[in-house]
């Protein structure tokens, strides 16, 4: 059974760190791109940034370029979020997600439960 | 980017109702569209992929059509568990994977 969990949110005061992780199983993790998207509270689906399966291509939303950065360990079967320079506006559900290819574009057939992150003083 | 645009924003409609829900591309996507159900408080639940692909196990009364910029998912006959929020997704730009806002379906 494919299973992903997140983990690492919490209260952060504005301009601190934080780093999500996401444990998977199920699956052969590092044949698999990866997800993260957000969800303020009563908000949206927003994407966030993905990774491809070697971790050697990334991409990211304009509205965390250069304040975080995705990446993985193959070896542990996890994908990290390391957010950086946080704003209130960052506050959310932040979930990870496997990408699945198709002839005719991507998808993202799993998801985790998604954890929270706050961002306040 | 891609900006991707639902309608309607929000929708109320009866158990037994044919439903429709609309998506457009500010450009060309083909058929690189996905639909998504999101239940309060749960993950996103993919229904559709590339425009019209039903997902395994996924009710057949959902079904997906489009290309180019306009896509529609309906609901052929609405069940209980169907009320929830629907977003469409374009995957054509690989560097931002858009979602459009949202359509809550609501119990009328």
């Known amino acids: 059974e494919v299973q992903l969990v997140e983990s690492g949110g919490g209260l952060v005061q504005p301009g601190g760190s934080l780093r999500l992780s996401c444990a998977a199983s199920g699956f052969t993790f590092s044949s698999y791109w990866m997800h993260w998207v957000r969800q303020a509270p009563g908000k949206g689906l927003v994407w966030v940034s993905r990774?491809?399966?070697?971790?050697?291509?990334?991409s990211y939303a304009d509205s965390v370029k250069g304040r975080f950065t995705i990446s993985r360990d193959n070896a542990k079967n996890t994908l990290y979020l390391q957010m950086n320079s946080l704003r209130a506006e960052d506050t959310a559900v932040y979930y990870c997600?496997?990408?699945?290819?198709?002839?005719?574009?991507?998808?993202?057939?799993?998801w985790g439960q998604g954890t929270l992150v706050t961002v306040s003083s | 980017d891609i900006q991707m645009t639902q309608s309607p924003s929000s929708l109320s409609a009866s158990v037994g109702d044919r439903v429709t829900i609309t998506c457009r591309a500010s450009?060309?996507?083909?058929?690189?569209l996905n639909w998504y159900q999101q239940k309060p408080g749960k993950a996103p639940k993919l229904l559709i992929y590339a425009a019209s692909s039903l997902q395994s196990g996924v009710p057949s009364r959902f079904s997906g059509s489009g290309s180019g910029t306009d896509f529609t998912l309906t609901i052929s006959s609405l069940q209980p568990e169907d009320f929830a929020t629907y977003y469409c997704q374009q995957s054509y730009s690989t560097l931002s994977y858009t979602f459009g806002q949202g359509t809550k379906l609501e119990i009328k």
């Open positions: 997600a496997r990408d699945r290819p198709h002839s005719s574009g991507w998808y993202q057939d799993y």
């Open positions: 990774i491809n399966s070697d971790g050697s291509s990334t």
């Open positions: 450009q060309s996507i083909s058929s690189y």
